[in-house]
């Protein structure tokens, strides 16, 4: 955590099951902090435990986050739980699987301070993958600069905004983020504010789904989600990649 501030972030992490990343999440993201303590700003860290069976609450008290309890396995209702318990005037989401680099949350700070702002993303990387994971990112990455749509393991807004959309669809088991950003866009409209992706400093998440599962079950997934959105998106049983507990 920083110094006391003016401007408070809440970082919230989603985590099921990830006692095999989330410490390296958590390292990262406080040195992060460290990297851009400043007494104008202060910083709290909130994980939440979507009903693991593992050591991910214990480890992340340890790291000395504070941690929530969602007994559903959903990650809008993770993320939705975590905002409940969180108290800054921003929210920051990241996966647990993922790595926040000092220059990025610079780059999220230097945002904020400008002041028209409603939220937004990050563009992503992977730390590994086959050659076709890194040309999907790649493919992501122009049409979320394009479309103003923020990838789910970077997403960024003002707490005030977030109550007032509703925060993550209860109705939505994957692709929740692009239905938030949505809805942030139009209310960044109506507050004649931006909703910006960041694009100077990939946000990195590990790439270990495409080491963990067959190039057919991606497939099957996504596939899924673009030919019946409305089925799969509203399905765990169809979203294996997201549920099945494979770490």
């Given amino acids: 955590m920083t110094g006391t501030g003016a401007m408070k972030l809440s970082i919230v992490i989603p985590a099921f099951n990830e006692e095999k990343l989330l410490p390296g999440c958590l390292a990262q993201l406080a040195a992060a902090l460290q990297a851009n303590a400043s007494p104008d700003w202060s910083a709290e860290v909130i994980v939440c435990d979507n009903n693991s069976t593992d050591a991910t609450a214990a480890l992340a008290r340890a790291a000395g986050a504070v941690v929530v309890f969602e007994p559903v396995n959903q990650i809008s209702r993770a993320r939705n739980a975590g905002a409940r318990a969180a108290s800054g005037d921003w929210l920051l989401f990241i996966d647990a699987d993922s790595y926040l680099h000092p220059a990025t949350l610079a780059e999220l700070l230097r945002c904020i301070r400008q002041g028209r702002c409603a939220g937004g993303g990050c ?115 169809r979203l294996g990649l997201f549920y099945d507990g494979r770490r």
């Fill in 123 to 237: 563009v992503g990387a992977l730390d590994e993958g086959p050659w076709e994971a890194h040309a999907f990112v790649w493919g992501w990455n122009l049409l979320s600069r394009a479309m103003r749509w923020a990838a789910g393991s970077f997403v960024f807004c003002r707490a005030e905004a977030f109550r007032q959309i509703g925060g993550f669809s209860l109705d939505l088991y994957a692709a929740e983020e692009l239905a938030f950003s949505r809805a942030l866009k139009r209310w960044a409209a109506r507050h004649r504010q931006r909703v910006v992706i960041l694009r100077k400093h990939p946000h990195v998440s590990s790439g270990r789904k495409f080491r963990l599962y067959s190039r057919g079950e991606i497939a099957r997934v996504l596939l899924g989600a673009l030919l019946r959105p409305r089925a799969n998106l509203r399905d765990p049983r």
